[in-house]
Nanobody, 119 residues
């Protein structure tokens, strides 16, 4: 079992920055690929960024490339999402997700943190 707790959401003006963090409870954190998803009002869930278990590979949605950076610290059991040049379309609830496949898919979600970009 992995418990994930996001923090760092809030309200910001267009062009501003926020840093989201996700703290994991399990010592097995380093075995999971980590993902940030978001769900905007009236829209489906969108995969924003992914980082592999050792941190060697990252991937981003086209909509956030060059603006968002995902990183992780396997000693502190945390994953972060640095969000720069925020735009109103980035307004959403952001969720972190831990996932790995060993025999079956193991998947855990945080409760989400609200990000609002508005002038």
């Amino acid at each position: 079992q992995v418990q994930l707790v996001e923090s760092g959401g809030g309200s910001v003006q267009p062009g501003g920055s926020l840093r989201l963090s996700c703290a994991a409870s399990a010592n097995s954190f380093s075995t999971y690929d980590m993902h940030w998803y978001r769900r905007a009002p009236g829209k489906g869930r969108e995969l924003v960024a992914t980082i592999t278990s050792a941190g060697g590979i990252t991937n981003y949605a086209d909509s956030v490339k060059g603006r968002f950076t995902i990183s992780r610290d396997n000693y502190k059991n945390t994953v972060s999402l640095q969000m720069n040049s925020l735009q109103p379309d980035d307004t959403a609830v952001y969720y972190c997700c831990a996932r790995k496949k060993i025999n079956r898919i193991w998947e855990y979600w945080g409760q989400g943190t609200q990000v609002t970009v508005s002038s």
